[in-house]
């Protein structure tokens, strides 16, 4: 590959991959990439299922009462 002969082109493409990842750890964006949800999605998403789960238990609830 012509884009790699030399050492500055090597050390050019490190760097630019080198802040691609970063950018991509420090956004979260690196892990929903490779389809792992990062600790505050999987929190909120368990956290709206349990209201879910109250919200459904209360009307089972109401409907028994009547």
Avoid: F
């Avoid at 012509?2 to 690196?30: C, H, N, Q």
């Avoid at 389809?35 to 459904?56: C, H, T, W």
């Amino acid at each position: 590959m012509a884009l790699l002969d030399s050492t500055r082109s090597k050390a050019v493409l490190a760097i630019a991959l080198a802040g691609l990842l970063g950018y991509m750890v420090y956004t979260g964006d690196g892990l929903s990439i490779i389809g792992i949800e990062g600790l505050q999605a999987r929190q909120a998403r368990v956290q709206a299922v349990r209201d879910s789960i109250a919200v459904l238990n209360a009307q089972t609830d109401s409907v028994k009462r009547d």
